[in-house]
């Protein structure tokens, strides 16, 4: 998150969790994590984003709780984009299954994205359930740095085939057509190259997060239910709409509200 205002994060929350109780920890990946006895510096808080975001919170409040063997967790991580580019219908449903589902061991919940022949779960919003705080590493320690240059394809222990990967890369920060890729990133001109960098580790960590987390026992246990489901499309619709916004907006030389 960036901003440091948990106040208007946690009212944000409260709009979309539908009274439950929880602990909030903010982490703003722009600057230093300091807590009573605990610090971390803003370079390894943003070393992978939101990942190292996330691993920088539960590593804190594994620091409190760290003795509670016998209690049950229910960890959310979740990033700004849940409030600026996904439907309140969406992510209240998840919150929603996820507070009400039966108490499991090592589980991974969250969305499924469907195009690919490995796993991937969006991080902009998971849950994990441990019993206790076990130590879990949200992002391989030794991420493949041959994705900030470019590199014989090879195979990859957390996402397979790199050809695969990166097919799916170009696709996203290279379209050539208006509707496909990522919002900014422009049809048949793509993204700079700073950006392409921090994009494709960030998309990395993303793709490799099911499997590094089953390796340290973690169970992926995907939400797709019927009207999750029916949420999802009209996400998709609405994440077309910003996309059509910016880009349209580009083209005019202005930003359309």
Known sequence: ????????????????????????????????????????NAGD???????????????????LYDESKDRHFK???INDTVFESHI????????????????????LRGLKEPRSTYNIIPSCFLCV????IPKLDFYPSCTNVSLMESGEVSV????????????????????????????????NIG????TFRR??????????????LKGQGVEFLPIDDVLTTLFKFVDRLNTIVIKVRFRVGHLIGREIA
Do not use: M
Request: contains cysteine; positive net charge.
């Open 199 to 212: 994009k494709s580790l960030a998309i990395y960590c993303e793709h490799s997060l099911v499997t590094l």
């Open 45 to 63: 808080v943003n070393k992978r984003y939101e990942f190292s975001g996330y691993q920088t919170g539960y590593n804190y409040y594994k620091s």
């Open 88 to 107: 309140k219908l969406l992510i209240k449903r998840l919150f929603k299954i996820c507070f009400d589902s039966k108490h499991k061991t090592n589980v």
């Open 156 to 187: 990859d222990p957390y996402i397979g085939k790199l050809d695969e990967f990166y097919n799916q890369l170009n696709n996203w920060l290279y379209p050539r057509s208006f509707l496909k890729g990522w919002y900014k990133a422009l049809p």
């Open 75 to 77: 960890f959310f991580f």
């Open 1 to 40: 998150h960036y901003g440091r205002d948990e106040k208007h994060l946690k009212n944000s929350l409260d709009k979309i969790t539908s009274g439950y109780e929880y602990d909030l920890i903010c982490v703003d990946t722009s600057t230093n994590f300091s807590k009573p006895g605990f610090y971390v």
């Open 129 to 132: 359930e441990t019993d206790g």
């Open 191 to 194: 993204v700079d190259e700073i």
